[in-house]
């Protein structure tokens, strides 16, 4: 029963993916509503991207951190790639998102029913600084940065995407992991009224990610609380994700309540949903096959060339000369 639902959630997101004329229409309506079809003028007609972005009235929240699209102060930063940035709709538009349904147009639907404030991350495992943390006191929304990093899912499409947010590695630090701790997995808000997706064994919920510590404290993980210059809309995770953008997308974690540090290597959720076809490491590497297609190139979301434009996919997405040395020596065959 399980492994029948999860083949069949994998199958669609497959069929999404991979036979563009099985969706044309459901996509082309995404890629309308972003204007890339040139017919803006039919905005809000249109399902996918119709409910109005949460742009609040206050910026921030009784909680004290910012509320979704509120304008966030951040300083530009080094790391940039040069291409242009994905439109803002798509991003907003085109999600995955399970907890709220399967297809890329749910989560902008549907997330808007999660509660985000207050936001609470309790911090456990091998640490000394376990507790409770309110996300302001997580986050020094004064430090934040913007990081310009491609953003390359597991299903061959990509976009390039202007992150705001803190390294990773500073709130690491911040929280003190004990010298066991090796791994530090992540976990995804749950509540079953706001999130009808989780009714469903697509995945074993929450859902959970995990880094190996080393590769959490390079210099290249965030912790975003935006994108775009504005706090994260609901469907992109807020109000905390992670972004590592040397890995395929589904090891960003969004909407994150807990942050645990293992001294063994945690379960993370599509391992433990298909162990076959994604790794603990899932590294972008066009060189490995996923079991049922090639990774080797990519589909630009919202790129000039509508959705038919393809870019050949970069080796650890483009960041080797980063995190190369993280996997020196590793058989990147077996350890995918
Ligand atoms: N909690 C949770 N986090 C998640 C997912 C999810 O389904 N649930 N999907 C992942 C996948 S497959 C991708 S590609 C990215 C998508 O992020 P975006 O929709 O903001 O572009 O989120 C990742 N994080
Ligand atoms: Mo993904």
């Given at each position: 029963?399980?492994?029948?639902?999860?083949?069949?959630?994998?199958?669609?997101?497959?069929?999404?993916?991979?036979?563009?004329?099985?969706?044309?229409?459901?996509?082309?309506?995404?890629?309308?509503?972003?204007?890339?079809?040139?017919?803006?003028?039919?905005?809000?007609?249109?399902?996918?991207?119709?409910?109005?972005?949460?742009?609040?009235?206050?910026?921030?929240?009784?909680?004290?951190?910012?509320?979704?699209?509120?304008?966030?102060?951040?300083?530009?930063?080094?790391?940039?790639?040069?291409?242009?940035?994905?439109?803002?709709?798509?991003?907003?538009?085109?999600?995955?998102?399970?907890?709220f349904g399967t297809s890329k147009d749910d989560p902008p639907r549907y997330a808007s029913r999660m509660t985000t404030s207050p936001w609470q991350v309790t911090v456990?495992?091998?640490?000394?600084?376990?507790?409770?943390?309110?996300?302001?006191?997580?986050?020094?929304?004064?430090?934040?940065?913007?990081?310009?990093?491609r953003h390359r899912c597991v299903e061959a499409w990509s976009m390039v995407i202007p992150w705001v947010g803190v390294p990773m590695k500073d709130v690491i630090a911040?929280?003190?992991?004990?010298?066991?701790?090796?791994?530090?997995?992540?976990?995804?808000?749950?509540?079953?009224?706001?999130?009808?997706?989780?009714?469903?064994?697509?995945?074993?919920?929450?859902?959970?990610?995990?880094?190996?510590?080393?590769?959490?404290?390079?210099?290249?993980?965030?912790?975003?609380?935006?994108?775009?210059?504005?706090?994260?809309?609901?469907?992109?995770?807020?109000?905390?994700?992670?972004?590592?953008?040397?890995?395929?997308?589904?090891?960003?974690?969004?909407?994150?309540?807990?942050?645990?540090?293992?001294?063994?290597?945690?379960?993370?959720?599509?391992?433990?949903?298909?162990?076959?076809?994604?790794?603990?490491?899932?590294?972008?590497?066009?060189?490995?096959?996923?079991?049922?297609?090639?990774?080797?190139?990519?589909?630009?979301?919202?790129?000039k060339g509508g959705f038919n434009e393809r870019r050949n996919t970069d080796m650890y997405n483009g960041y080797e000369k980063q995190v190369g040395a993280l996997y020196?020596?590793?058989?990147?065959?077996?350890?995918?």
């Amino acid at each position: 029963m399980e492994l029948k639902f999860r083949r069949n959630a994998d199958y669609q997101s497959l069929r999404d993916e991979m036979t563009p004329e099985g969706t044309f229409m459901n996509r082309r309506s995404v890629l309308t509503a972003a204007g890339f079809l040139g017919a803006g003028s039919i905005l809000g007609a249109l399902p996918a991207c119709s409910e109005p972005q949460q742009t609040p009235a206050a910026p921030k929240t009784a909680a004290g951190h910012a509320a979704p699209g509120a304008a966030l102060t951040a300083k530009k930063s080094a790391f940039a790639v040069s291409d242009t940035s994905t439109v803002e709709e798509a991003f907003n538009g085109y999600c995955n998102f399970y907890e709220f349904g399967t297809s890329k147009d749910d989560p902008p639907r549907y997330a808007s029913r999660m509660t985000t404030s207050p936001w609470q991350v309790t911090v456990e495992g091998e640490t000394d600084a376990p507790g409770a943390y309110a996300l302001k006191d997580l986050i020094d929304y004064s430090k934040l940065e913007e990081r310009v990093y491609r953003h390359r899912c597991v299903e061959a499409w990509s976009m390039v995407i202007p992150w705001v947010g803190v390294p990773m590695k500073d709130v690491i630090a911040k929280l003190k992991p004990k010298a066991t701790a090796k791994f530090v997995q992540f976990e995804t808000y749950l509540n079953a009224k706001e999130m009808f997706g989780v009714n469903r064994p697509v995945l074993q919920w929450p859902y959970v990610e995990a880094l190996r510590l080393d590769e959490a404290m390079n210099e290249l993980p965030l912790f975003a609380v935006g994108a775009y210059g504005k706090a994260l809309q609901k469907q992109n995770g807020a109000p905390l994700r992670t972004v590592i953008p040397w890995k395929y997308g589904f090891k960003a974690t969004k909407s994150v309540v807990k942050i645990r540090f293992t001294a063994t290597q945690p379960g993370t959720a599509w391992n433990k949903a298909a162990a076959s076809e994604y790794g603990f490491y899932s590294n972008v590497n066009p060189n490995v096959s996923h079991p049922r297609w090639s990774q080797a190139s990519e589909r630009v979301i919202g790129g000039k060339g509508g959705f038919n434009e393809r870019r050949n996919t970069d080796m650890y997405n483009g960041y080797e000369k980063q995190v190369g040395a993280l996997y020196a020596g590793m058989d990147l065959k077996k350890n995918y």
